[in-house]
């Protein structure tokens, strides 16, 4: 039977829309289960290898954007019951900080809004000691999802998004390494002149939090007036 592809199209539509909802409602606070799996398993058909292996063998517009589609389906519904557990651990945790509680979805806003140096450290220490609780759950969802694409015969991860987008990735690092090495000297001297200026004194050098607090760039604020906002 030929593949429909407008059937096609309108399911991975679908699907979509229902992954996306089930996804902002657990980011979002609205719940804090997460069914990934269950929309997975509604949409059983759009991750059968043989279609997905029809689709990518054909050289029309449907081989490319649609392939790449089908094939991070399949990984997602072999990895959605590890997805749901990460969702589900990260909207409950909470970080290990004297006061006001302070939950670890909102640490990484908490961070770049907190002027006071010694209290943007704790939470990024408190943070990252749940991220050293997670990781094993994110270990486990990225082994997973190379293994599934291992069973559709994209053994090399590079090589497959190399495939897709059209990108030599290798070449492109090699540009990057080559860009950030002539560059590494200017880019130090803004950075230490930046954080001095808008940051402040860094005792025992700047870590990844000051960073985060001079991209926040309050000092900008008031270039967007709160009366100016479009809601």
Known sequence: MALDLDRLRRDAEAFLR????????????KKADSRLAEVYA???????????AD????????????????????????????????????????????????????AAVAIRNEPDRSRREAIARAKAAVDARLAPIRAELWGRTYEALAELGHGDYIAMCAGFSGIDYPALASRLETFTRETDDVYRD??????????GPTPGGPASHDLARLLRA??????????SLVT
């Open 18 to 29: 229902d992954a996306a909802t089930e996804e902002y409602e657990n980011l979002a606070g």
């Open 190 to 199: 803004h950075l230490a002149y930046y954080l001095k200026k808008w940051v």
């Open 55 to 106: 689709v990518a063998s054909r050289r029309d517009t449907a081989g490319g954007p649609l392939a790449e589609f089908l094939v991070g389906l399949y990984a997602g519904r072999a990895t959605a019951a590890v997805t749901d557990r990460l969702l589900a651990a990260e909207a409950a945790a909470t970080l290990d900080l004297p006061g006001e509680p302070l939950t670890y979805r909102n």
């Open 42 to 52: 509604r949409y059983a058909r759009l991750a059968e290898p043989d279609i997905v």
């Open 218 to 227: 309050p000092q900008l604020d008031r270039l967007f007036p709160a009366g």
